[in-house]
């Protein structure tokens, strides 16, 4: 999945999803409130807009929690 903040294009890999956010690892921290875009070739339907809730450190990599912009039932 790539995530796109402030122009940079980032690299995560995708861990839970629901239907109102998504749970991603990335070597990269965010800071919460952070506006992200989300782009995956797998998970098409989760293409979107996203806010970052959170971001903890967990060893190596960095345990980000989005909230979609819009959840994933009004996109129907």
């Not at 921290?29 to 952070?34: E, N, Q, V």
């Not at 979107?48 to 819009?70: D, N, S």
Request: hydrophobic content about 45%; aromatic content about 14%; charged content about 20%.
């Amino acid at each position: 999945m790539k995530v796109a903040a402030a122009r940079r294009i980032l690299w995560a890999r995708t861990v839970n999803v629901s239907g109102t956010g998504i749970l991603v690892n990335s070597l990269v921290p965010l800071a919460a409130g952070t506006f992200v875009q989300l782009r995956s070739r797998q998970l098409a339907l989760f293409t979107g807009g996203a806010y970052v809730r959170y971001c903890r450190r967990q060893r190596w990599f960095y345990r980000i929690g989005l909230e979609f912009q819009r959840p994933v039932s009004a996109r129907f």
